[in-house]
Antibody
Framework: EVQLLESGGGLVQPGGSLRLSCAAS????????MTWVRQGPGKGLEWVSD????????YYADSVKGRFTVSRDNSKNTLFLQMNSLRAEDTAVYYC?????????????WGRGTLVTVSS | EIVLTQSPGTLSLSPGERATLSCRAS???????LAWYQQKRGQAPRLLIY???SRATGIPDRFSGSGSGTDFTLTISRLEPEDFAVYYC?????????FGGGTKVEIK
């Protein structure tokens, strides 16, 4: 079955760290760019970060640049998001999404999301 | 950064009616690289339309997309009960990728 499954979310204090994972199955993971998109409570979708398939080039929204790091392990079909120096405004459901091609593009497959809550 | 503005914020319609959703870009979207997604409460977004007008796999033909440049439209010809949801546009023609703020289609 073609699917993405996120994990690693939870409650963390401001200034803390969390590492999200996204396990992919049913498609050739290494051939596609992958993206993290988040959605704050009652809010719209916000692009967070991309990683291309081949070179592993990475891109970040200004709101997370310098705090978040995206990576991938093509041998394990897994995408990661290391989140440091977390803030209350990072509270959101984090989705991983598969791009339609090797560069960030439109997203034809989404995971169910994992909730990150930043609060003391 | 391309800012996408969706209107209206909320659309109140009855099943069987036609829905017209707008997405306006702050600058021209390269190659009409504009996608539409549907999100139901508690679910992940689902791709409906890409390239402004191409339906994704498995999407019913009551969903159609049109437009070019800075003005794009998603039309649902006859609303089915399962179509009441939030709809987002997204441009992927330039970096950073951006989403519109969404249009909620609710039952009148």
């Amino acid at each position: 079955e073609v699917q993405l499954l996120e994990s690693g979310g939870g409650l963390v204090q401001p200034g803390g760290s969390l590492r999200l994972s996204c396990a992919a199955s049913g498609f050739t993971f290494s051939s596609y760019a992958m993206t993290w998109v988040r959605q704050g409570p009652g809010k719209g979708l916000e692009w967070v970060s991309d990683i291309t398939s081949s070179t592993g080039s990475t891109y970040y929204a200004d709101s997370v640049k310098g705090r978040f790091t995206v990576s991938r392990d093509n041998s394990k079909n897994t995408l990661f998001l290391q989140m440091n120096s977390l803030r209350a405004e990072d509270t959101a459901v984090y989705y991983c999404a598969k791009s339609h091609q090797w560069l960030p593009f439109y997203f034809d497959l989404w995971g169910r999301g994992t909730l990150v809550t930043v609060s003391s | 950064e391309i800012v996408l503005t969706q209107s209206p914020g909320t659309l109140s319609l009855s099943p069987g009616e036609r829905a017209t959703l707008s997405c306006r870009a702050s600058q021209s979207v390269s190659s009409n690289y504009l996608a539409w997604y549907q999100q139901k409460r508690g679910q992940a977004p689902r791709l409906l339309i890409y390239g402004a007008s191409s339906r994704a796999t498995g999407i019913p033909d009551r969903f159609s997309g049109s437009g070019s440049g800075t003005d794009f439209t998603l039309t649902i010809s006859r609303l089915e009960p399962e179509d009441f949801a939030v709809y987002y546009c997204q441009q992927y023609g330039s970096s950073p990728l951006t989403f519109g703020g969404g249009t909620k289609v609710e039952i009148k």
